[in-house]
Structures are given as C-alpha cells and as structure tokens.
C-alpha cells in the first residue's frame, strides 16, 4: 500500500515535469526585452501582488502596441513567502528574464534583492518600501517610497497643521511596512512634541477585529487616529469606531488609498479621513483617467495604488532602456549597467501616475512629494 | 469601568461568533471523530454566497442567509461525499490530509471565482439599538449574534437529546459497530451531520462578515483554528462544552488585548488552552473516559 | 556477499537502501549542479528540498513512530531558524570560516529547539490523541508570537536582547557603531548571509538518517513503538514512558531545528510567520503521504511534494488548486479499497509484496 502510494505520488510528479519542460521551451523570441514579475498572487496578500501584476501588465500592452521597443512579461506567484520567491526567481531567470519587476511585497524582495544583485540583474520593486530591500545593492531601485520617509512626512505633516492633538497609532506589527512608519513617525513625533497617547497593534491572523483597539484609542481620548496600514484593515477600523460612535480624525498612508472604491464599503465613513499618497484613482489627470478606465475593464474594480506603482515600473523601465538605447539581445548584466546608470544619472527623471518628476538616489529609493488629501463628500481633495 | 465594559462585550460577541463555529466542530468531530478543517472555509464560502446574494442579487437579508445555508448544506454534503465517505476505512491521519486538501482547494478556489480583494460585508442585522446601549459599546450585530448562538445551541441539544435522529447520532458517536447492528443507517446519519454542521457554518460565516466586515478567501481560517480551540477547551464533543469554550475563548482573547498586549493576544489565549487542558485534560465540560485496560 | 546481504534482516535492507538512495541522489544532483548541467529553479531547491526531509523525517519519528500527533513542529524549526541565524550572525567576525560556522549555527538552533522540545514535552505528553495535537498547535503559535516580541542586535560588546512589548525599536538596544541588527521583531530577520549550501544539506539529512535510524532499530526505539502500539501493555511490562516520550519528541525537536538553522541560512531574509500552522501542516503532509513511520517514505514525499507546486507554476493562478486535488486525489487513491484493488489489479507484483510483508 506504501508502495501504491509512492507510486501515484511519482507519477504526479512524472507528469508535472513533463508539462515543465513541454512548456518551457515556447517563444525564444530576441526582439522583445523579457521582463520577470514576482508577487504574491496568492494567498492572503493577492490582493498587492494581483494588483500591482495587472498594473504592470496593463503598461507592458500599452508599449508593445505603440511598436519599437517590444516586452514579454512573466508574472510569478510568491505567496508572500521569502523561498517561494526565490524559486520563482530562479524560474524566471531559467525563462530568461532580463529585468525583474518586483517583487511586490518587503520581506520576499529582501531575499531576491540578495540573489539579483548576486546575479546582476537589475530590479524595481513596485512597492517594497523598506529601506532593507536596497540597503547595499546597486541594482535593485525602488518605485515607492521608503517607509521612513512616509512616517517622516506624516509627522511634520500633523506637527505643522494639526498641532497640540494627541494621537494613537493602530499598526500591523508583524508587517515591515506598516512597522516601519510607525517607527519613523514615533521618532519623529518624539522631536516634534506630538504626543501619543495609545498605541494599539494586530498581525495578520487578527486583522479583522479592532473592536478593543478602537474602545482603547477611545478611551485615551485620542484626537488623531494614525493608521500606517492598508485600507482593508482600515475600513474595518472604520466601521468598528462608527458603530461606537467615536470620530477622532483619521490619518492614513499611500496604504490607505484604495477605501473609497473597496467593494462594499460604505463610503460615508471615510469622510473626513486624511491620506498621505503618491496616487489617487478619482485625479482629473488624462493618463491617470486612462488608467483607472482600462482597468476597470479589464479587472473590473478599481485600481489601487499597487497597480498604478506596477504601470509606473514598466513605464519607467521603457523610459530608461529608450535613454540608455538598449537592444533586447543584450545580456541581462550589460542591460543591468546601463540601467543603473541611467536610473542614478541627473538627467533622468521620470513623470507617471504616482508622481511628477522622480527622480531615484544612488542607494535606490525615490524622491518624490507625498501629496496630502482629504476625504471629501466621496473625493479626494486638497486640503 | 466602560473600557473594561467594551472590551468584555467584544469578547462576547468575538466568542459567540467561536461558539457557533467550534458546535458545528465539535457535532462533526463526535460522530465522524475526524479533525474537519475545512469547516473554516465553509464558513467564508457561506460568506461568500451571502454577500453575493445581497449585493448582486439584491435578495433581503433573511433570504439572503437562508440561501448561504442552502449552499453550504449542499457543499457540506458534497465535501463529505466525495471526499471523507471513500476514507471511511482509513486511518484518522488520512483524513485529516484530505480534510487539509479540501480547505486548500475551497480557499484557491474562491479566490478563482471571487479574486482576491477583499470585499467589505454589508451586515445582514438592521436594527436600531437605543443610545444607552450603542455607548457601551452594545453593536446591533453583537446582540444578534448572541442570541443566534443561545438560540443554536439549546435547539442542537434537544434534537440530539430529544430526536430519533439525534439519539442515531449518539449512538454512531458512541460505537458505529454496534449502531449500526441496531438498524442504524450510519452513513446517512454522519451525512446528516455534516448537512447540519455545515448549515451552522453559513451562519457563523454570516454573522462573523456582519460584525467584522472583510470578506476575503482566507477569511475562515483563522477564525477556524480559534474555534477548533474553542470545541477542544470546552471539551470536545460536547455542545454545551462548545459552547462555553467559545465564549470564554473571546472574552479572553478581548480582555488580553485590552490590558495586556496587543502583540500576545493570541498567545495568551493559547497559553490559557495549555493551562486549562494540564488541568483538565477533557476539556471543561468533557466526559473523561477512562480507559479499558 | 550477496548471500551475506540476503541474510540481512529487512529492517537492515530497507535501511540500506535507504542510505544508498539518498547518497546516490546527491551524487547525480551535485554531479550535474557542478556540471551546470541544472537550470537555476532545479539548484535553487535542493537546500530547502534537503531541509524539508530532515523536517519529515523528524516529525515521523513523532507522529509515526511515537504515534502522537504534533501540529506545532514548524515552530520548533522557527526557534532553531532564528537561533541559527543569530549565532551565525553574532560569529561572522570570530569565525570567518563559513561552513564551520554554518556547522556551529546548526548545532545552536538544534540546541535551542532541543530546549524548548523540554518546555513543551514535559507538560504536553500527558495529553493524548487530539487534546495533544491541539496544545502543540498551540505552542506553535505561542513560539510565533513571541518571536515577534524579540528585539536582536550584536555590537562588539556581545549579543542585546529585549523582550519587546512597550513599541520598543531597534534603536533602543544602544548599540555601539558596531552593531547589527539580527531581528527586527516581527519584520524578522534580514541581511541574512547565506551560507547554506547543498552539501552541507546532504550531510545533515544523512546524520539525520543515522539518528533517527539507530534510534528506531535499538531498544529505545522498540520501546517507543511498544508505548505507541500498547500504552498500557508498555507500562506492564516496565517501560518508562515518560522519559521514552520525551526521548522520542526532543530527537525530533533538536532535528528541526537543525533544519530550521539551514533553512534560516538559505535566504537573505527570515519572519516567524513563515513557520505558522499551515507550515506544520505541509510538513504533516509529507509524513502521512510517505507512510507513517516509514522514513525513505518521508524522504520521497518531502522531495516530491516540494517540487510538486514548482512544477505547477505553469498553470498560473490554477496552481495551488491543482496542488489541492491532486493532493486528495493520492490520499483517495491510496486509501480507498476499491481504487486500490483496481490499481491492484493493474500492478500484480503489489501481491508478491503483500505476502512477503
């Protein structure tokens, strides 16, 4: 009976390899750059890697119907999970990747931001934010900000327009990014004299309930309710502080983005909450009205600022191979130079959907101006 | 005073929402003595079928949770078909595995069919709760979820105390061998089980997307191994025990976030399990059975 | 010879082979990675492949041979991941010599989740059937949580560590300029060097098979199986179950950690949510799909089902529901009596296996 077992395991295992190798010797095409995705497309942070994929995928089609320059794009499921992506790695360098998009989420892109460096090959991460995914590789560029520098923003931001609040922060501890700006901000509050009083944190097996966070923000008498998180936890938040009847001013990040169009939620909440973003679905601008439209179509729902950091990766990786004149039957390591010194040059500056003029450091992060909103009546406006 | 309040009405709330998870658990585990952990993605296909029923369908909310029951009956009996019933023979370890399989293949699968965003649960419960109660920190969808629970919770014990399906039930759970020599139709009866188990998780999956509004594929996991907990605290097997697990379970878990850390919450509540089960190694309200020598 | 191996009871045979398989194994993977011959997904599984049958390995000792359910071995991996990481973090500038210190890393995290394979034996053995397979559940999460607790840093005045529960950061540890952060709390670790490599994976899957081998075939272990077949026959007749217990579940621990510090030393970054439930569950995976208590078994399912998603990554999103059905599909298949007397029939020499066994 083992051995009945073992048996059928091997022959699932037979025929695997056989779609593998069936599969892996398909378009050996040279007149199109090949482009590596990673993210998690699975499990429960799909929802960034999915995101950010098809925002991706979105620009990749755009470019290769304009003509000239041509890409073949390859998106792999990482699950969120450091090994998987460095499995999906290494089957994207086996496919022949020459650029890697990715990956997606902070802890994963530490691991393949090792390997890529290690191998050359250059890599922008749509939204890895922490500054240990770039710390000491040349190759790898960031297209979101780094965390610090959002908490950073944040507190001067609440120091110079909502002075003399007192503030609790709810974050996800076991997140590098949400962690990271709460430690930003906390140092930054301490210079500035913000003061906190609660701070309330949940991981990722108990992100669905707030209800004791929120009573205790209350309970502190909390003006300010900063929430370096994603809006799916925030909207919960959200929901649980209405139904107590507490309405502190809410204070989101680039993560917070997204609330207005969850599916869903009742959006009247969110009024009067204020984000820090790099992006807004619902601008006026023509390429960012183009954008939303084309993925609504295509995915129906609206793009996050995931996607629109996805589209802004391919878009300027086309901008810098344009600048650099790179020619697809380069070598992953020759195109990797090139990029690097055409990412770092003074003269390169790229304008997309998450920003004007960006322009990246020598170290890989990106300077750009977070811009601050306020919720408005559904929209997001100036403050 | 009030935060202490609000935070043991949470916990009440949180551990109702267990509670009627960890019955449809401890039904399944006493009659089929499996590990069923697929009955936590029972739940967020319950959720699932819910939401889409109010959303896309614009069904009233009561229909709207009948419709999730039906469902996920048919699911259960389905899962219980295909996958547990060839594995009657088998080792307990074996379906444990397939159980793991089948919880695997509803969460890809619903991520397959409905993506992976979450989506924000409109909550079925619309009452108007006066303003003394909303202050405290009384939800609309907390008092319901209760009262479901008491209410679930009495009827399982009279149909398994009172019915003549109910006493098969009990006679499968004690020795299918000799239940089934008394003329007792021992698949249907764990069939059954499963239908019933299963209807409650379209319940619980409604109630825990109305009080915690996010609705993803991987909703059900964790609330499952809580609730898995809840049933084995409070003895498992046992529905009062269920019961009693689930609520104590929440209101631990909202008490150590409260006071303690946030960051231990879970935890601690697992410590208590420890402690509970050295103690009392049937659970609190288990029958100790001695054993044969 | 021959004749001389015929003799050989079949316990030893099976062994035998056993070792020969796995040898034979690294010989042809080293022989064509050294070649180049192995595209860079196939090189980049063999480590982790190597740590996940060590980790099968060691959790059959317990769920097979001991008979006791344990749903929490990945978070004895996670402790000997992070003590693994730590040591070989803290000796960079001692010990520059990289595999000594990938051997020393190992033998910490083996040590350490050895300890707390103590902690958590003592108590919980007392419990059976599921009340313990719960409670080890338990104990996995509680490892998880509080990793996430642990603030790490190593300066030239030695190791600092807090137990982080008042939002502590890494800078509140005063390092001198020297220092560097080992854990980040639950970011985990990061700035990981890698020093695992797949030689150093084969040795410990070999050592791992001497371990768990002589254990099975000595007195220890037959008086382990006795307590898993018998509880109470064991007793009568003067077995000691409790320290036979924990002989029994400590080996196992010390084993995953040692896995733990490999894995750990495999990827440039490490959390502890990577060891949670559904990582204990994988591993169970592999132990009841490879046999219970039969370790070549483990060894073939580990491999098997390791690469078996990686394989998939053709279907896209399909991937992880293919992986479901085709994991019910072999527990069915192997389980049911009717499937099997159909493939039965389709494989006459299972027969002759039959009556020899």
Redesign the interface.
């Known amino acids: 009976m083992k051995k009945l077992r073992l048996l059928s395991l091997a022959v699932a295992m037979m025929l695997s390899v056989c779609m593998l190798a069936g599969c892996s010797n398909s378009a050996q095409t040279s007149e199109a750059f090949k482009l590596g995705g990673i993210g998690p497309?699975?499990?429960?942070a799909?929802?960034y890697g999915?995101?950010a994929m098809n925002g991706a995928q979105i620009a990749v089609d755009e470019i290769n119907a304009k003509g000239g320059i041509q890409f073949e794009f390859n998106p792999q499921d990482d699950v969120n999970v450091a090994e998987t992506a460095v499995n999906a790695y290494n089957s994207l360098k086996d496919w022949g990747m020459q650029i890697l998009v990715g990956t997606v989420t902070t802890t994963p892109c530490i691991s393949v931001s090792a390997e890529a460096y290690a191998d050359r090959i250059f890599a922008l991460t749509p939204s890895a934010s922490s500054s240990d995914v770039t710390a000491g590789k040349d190759n790898m560029f960031q297209m979101c900000f780094t965390d610090p520098n959002q908490g950073l923003s944040s507190a001067d931001y609440m120091a110079e327009n909502l002075a003399g609040k007192t503030v609790a922060i709810i974050y996800r501890?076991d997140d590098a990014y949400s962690q990271g700006i709460r430690d930003a901000f906390a140092a930054e509050a301490e210079v500035k004299g913000i003061e906190i009083v609660y701070e309330?944190?949940?991981?990722a097996?108990?992100?669905?309930?707030f209800?004791?966070?929120v009573?205790?923000a209350q309970?502190a008498g909390a003006e300010i309710v900063y929430l370096p998180i994603y809006y799916?936890?925030a909207?919960?938040i959200l929901?649980q502080a209405n139904?107590?009847?507490y309405k502190p001013i809410f204070f989101g990040v680039d993560g917070m983005d997204g609330i207005l169009t969850?599916?869903?939620?009742?959006a009247s909440l969110a009024e009067d909450v204020m984000l820090l973003t790099p992006f807004s679905a619902t601008l006026e601008d023509e390429t960012n009205q183009n954008f939303v439209a084309e993925y609504q179509k295509r995915h129906n729902?609206v793009p996050n600022q995931f996607a629109a950091d996805g589209y802004d990766c391919i878009y300027a990786i086309y901008n810098a191979l344009t600048a650099a004149e790179c020619t697809p039957d380069m070598s992953a390591e020759e195109i990797c130079d090139k990029l690097i010194a055409t990412f770092t040059s003074s003269d390169f500056s790229f304008t997309g959907l998450t920003g004007n003029d960006m322009t990246w450091s020598a170290d890989g992060s990106i300077a750009k101006a977070p811009m601050a909103f306020i919720i408005k009546d559904g929209q997001y406006v100036l403050p | 005073m009030?935060?202490f309040l609000?935070?043991l009405i949470?916990g009440i709330?949180?551990g109702s929402v267990y509670a009627i998870i960890a019955l449809g658990y401890t039904m399944v585990?006493g009659i089929a003595k499996m590990?069923n952990?697929a009955h936590g993605d029972v739940i967020m296909v319950g959720g699932y079928v819910c939401?889409c029923a109010l959303?896309y369908l614009g069904l009233p909310s009561l229909v709207s949770v009948l419709l999730a029951m039906a469902a996920c009956t048919a699911l259960g009996i389905l899962i219980e078909g295909l996958?547990y019933k060839?594995?009657r023979?088998?080792?307990s370890?074996?379906v444990?595995?397939?159980a793991?399989?089948?919880s695997?293949?509803l969460?890809?699968?619903a991520?397959?069919i409905w993506?992976?965003?979450?989506?924000?649960?409109?909550s079925v419960v619309h009452i108007e709760l006066p303003q003394t109660l909303?202050?405290v920190?009384v939800?609309s969808?907390a008092l319901v979820t209760v009262l479901v629970c008491v209410v679930i919770m009495v009827g399982l014990t009279l149909f398994i105390n009172k019915s003549k399906l109910g006493k098969a039930m009990r006679a499968c759970s004690e020795d299918k061998g000799a239940a089934q020599l008394m003329g007792i139709n021992v698949n249907r009866t764990i069939s059954v089980t499963f239908a019933i188990g299963s209807a409650l998780a379209a319940v619980a999956g409604v109630l825990l997307c109305s009080?915690?509004?996010?609705?993803?594929?991987?909703?059900g996991s964790?609330p499952g191994?809580k609730a898995?907990?809840a049933a084995?605290f409070g003895g498992?097997g046992s529905i009062p025990g269920a019961f009693l697990g689930g609520i104590l379970l929440g209101i631990i878990e909202?008490l150590a976030?409260?006071y303690i850390?946030?960051?231990?919450?879970?935890?601690i509540v697992?410590?208590v399990?420890?402690v509970v089960?050295?103690v009392r190694?049937?659970?609190l309200l288990g029958k100790y059975v001695p054993?044969k020598? | 010879m021959l004749r001389k191996f015929k003799s050989l009871k079949k316990t030893a045979r099976t062994d035998f082979f056993t070792y020969l398989g796995v040898v034979v194994a690294f010989i042809v993977m080293f022989a064509l990675q050294q070649a180049g011959a192995l595209s860079s997904s196939v090189s980049s599984w063999l480590v982790p492949i190597c740590c996940f049958i060590v980790m099968a390995v060691s959790l059959n000792l317990t769920?097979g041979i001991l008979g006791e359910?344990s749903l929490g071995h990945a978070g004895f991996m996670s402790v000997g991941a992070f003590s693994g990481v730590i040591a070989a973090m803290s000796l960079s500038e001692a010990i520059p010599f990289a595999p000594l210190r990938l051997a020393l890393a190992i033998l910490v995290g083996a040590l350490f989740a050895a300890l707390t394979g103590v902690v958590v034996g003592v108590?919980?053995l007392?419990?059976?059937g599921?009340?313990l397979?719960?409670?080890t559940?338990?104990?996995g999460?509680?490892i998880k949580?509080?990793i996430?607790?642990l603030l790490v840093g190593y300066d030239s005045n030695g190791l600092h560590i807090i137990f982080n529960?008042s939002k502590l950061t890494i800078e509140d540890l005063h390092m001198d300029e020297t220092g560097i952060a080992i854990i980040k709390g639950a970011q985990g670790a990061t700035g990981i060097e890698k020093l695992a490599t797949f030689p150093a994976g084969f040795i410990l899957v070999m050592l791992t098979l001497v371990i768990v081998l002589n254990m099975v075939r000595s007195r220890t272990g037959r008086a382990v199986m006795a307590i898993r077949d018998n509880r109470?026959a064991a007793e009568s007749v003067g077995i000691n179950i409790t320290k036979y217990k924990l002989i029994a579940f400590i080996t196992s621990a010390a084993l995953a950690g040692a896995a733990g510090a490999l894995y750990g030393l495999n990827y440039g970054s490490l959390v502890s949510s990577r060891f949670d439930?559904n990582t204990s569950?994988l591993v169970?995976?592999y132990v009841?799909?490879g046999g219970?208590g039969n370790i070549w078994g483990s060894i073939v399912a580990a491999t098997v089902l390791y690469v078996l998603p990686e394989a998939l990554r053709e279907f896209q999103?399909?991937r992880?529901?293919a992986?479901?059905?085709v994991?019910?599909l072999v527990?069915?298949a192997?389980?049911?009596?009717?499937?099997k007397a159909l493939l039965g029939r389709l494989l006459p020499r299972r027969k002759e296996e039959k009556d020899r066994g």
């Open positions: 497309l699975t499990g429960d799909a929802i999915n995101a501890n309330g944190t949940f991981t097996d108990t992100q669905t309930d209800s004791v966070q009573a205790a309970n799916t936890p909207s919960v929901t139904a107590i009847n969850a599916e869903g939620f009742d729902e | 009030t935060f609000s935070c949470s709330s949180l585990y590990l952990f939401y959303n996958a060839p594995l023979q088998a080792g370890l074996a444990l595995i397939t793991i399989g089948v695997y293949f969460q890809n699968a991520q397959l993506g992976a965003t979450p989506k924000t649960f409109t909303t202050n920190g939800s969808e009080s915690f509004p996010i609705l993803q594929p991987t909703t964790m191994i898995f907990t084995v498992i909202s976030k409260g850390s946030t960051d231990l919450a879970n935890a697992f410590a399990l420890i089960l050295l190694p049937a659970g054993e020598v | 769920v359910l108590p919980v007392r419990l059976r599921d009340y397979a719960i409670v559940l338990a104990f999460q509680i949580d509080l996430n607790c529960l109470i439930f569950i169970l995976v009841v799909l219970l999103d399909y992880m529901l992986y479901a059905v994991l019910i527990m069915l192997t389980n049911n009596d009717r499937l």
